[in-house]
């Protein structure tokens, strides 16, 4: 990769350019995702990348004047140090908080890095340019807190941060909690059934195992072919369906994993250890994401899981 060390001020120049562009496009993906949920913020980020065309244009514009109608192809990516900002497709599954902190970190970065180098230049004309851009970037900063404020204000941005949780909780938390609630519980009475049938800690393994790996898959199918997402709001059905899945199979294989010791006592003591702590996180969520009171939580899953605890106990010892 080359360093700015090796860009003449014509390239510098070409950089930049390219990198208003880049920034704008960018601007301009997260207003057309975010445009049906959160349609403040999409108006926000159409107003950034107008500010980043009219930079990137005055930058043409002077480019023109001392160099000519050719611009080179410098792109950041080919830069040594330059930092990158991360690709849209992997923002907007984060949510709305964090296509705004990318923004204001694209804003921040490009500002950081013309100063950087700036101070590692020799010739005065490439320190001066540098310099000038640097100072662009930072303006582009302060202009990008000011278009926030006009287009989110408080009620604004608190709603569509409700929205967001909502969003979450109802895409993520809810098909990831039903899942480990399924695998924590459902799970228990195969796996002590075995345990307590033969005394043989390779058994309850085993029949762990194939119980949380077979509930993973059934809950993952059920939870995706249950809703298209599109009415309900609750999103991508293979997403959910990935999420119940996976969480149902770490439900059971958290109490399952216990029964690789080798002595059966010690595996089951360990086992029971486990199993609480299981019970203790799914009430946390439901305290945490659900408003479910923690000690009317804790009763219901308690209960729950001590009954079928005790009903794996007794059909292994029938």
């Known amino acids: 990769m080359r360093t700015f060390h090796d860009l003449t001020e014509r390239e510098i120049l070409a950089l930049a350019i390219s990198n208003e562009e880049e920034d704008g496009r960018t601007y301009s993906d997260f207003a057309e995702n975010l445009r049906d949920n959160y349609p403040d913020s999409a108006r926000m980020f159409v107003d950034m990348a107008s500010e980043e065309g009219g930079h990137r244009r005055a930058l043409i514009d002077l480019y023109m004047k001392r160099f000519g109608d050719h611009i080179p192809q410098v792109r950041r990516g080919d830069i040594k140090g330059a930092p990158m900002p991360l690709p849209v497709w992997r923002v907007i ?7 705004r902190r990318q923004a204001r970190k694209m804003e921040a970065d490009a500002s950081r890095f013309y100063l ?8 005065p004309s490439v320190r001066r340019l540098l310099g000038d851009l640097a100072e662009a970037e930072a303006a582009h900063l302060q202009t990008a807190g000011r278009i926030e404020d006009k287009r989110l204000p408080g009620d604004v941005r608190e709603r569509e941060d409700d929205d967001a949780r909502k969003r979450f909780v109802l895409q993520i938390i809810q098909p990831g909690l039903v899942g480990l609630m399924d695998g924590s519980v459902s799970t228990l ?5 075995a345990a307590f049938a033969t005394h043989n800690s390779h058994n309850a393994f085993l029949v762990g195992l194939a119980a949380s790996v077979g509930a993973g898959i059934s809950m993952g199918f059920a939870e995706a072919l249950a809703d298209d997402g599109k009415l309900s709001g609750r999103g991508a059905p293979l997403l959910r369906g990935l999420v119940c899945g996976l969480m149902t199979v770490a439900g059971g294989i958290g109490h399952t994993l216990p029964y690789l010791i080798r002595y059966f006592w ?3 003591i360990a086992a029971g250890f486990v199993v609480a702590i299981e019970l203790a996180i799914i009430a946390w969520i439901q305290f945490r994401f659900m408003d479910t009171p923690i000690f009317s939580a804790a009763a219901k899953v308690g209960l729950g899981g001590a009954l079928v605890l005790a009903a794996g106990i007794l059909i292994g010892n029938g």
Do not use: L
Request: aromatic share 4%; net charge neutral.
């Open 116 to 123: 950087q180098a700036a101070a590692r230049a020799n010739d």
């Open 189 to 193: 009475a195969p796996v002590f059934a």
């Open 93 to 99: 599954p984060r949510g709305i908080d964090a296509v």
């Open 266 to 268: 010690s595996a089951t």
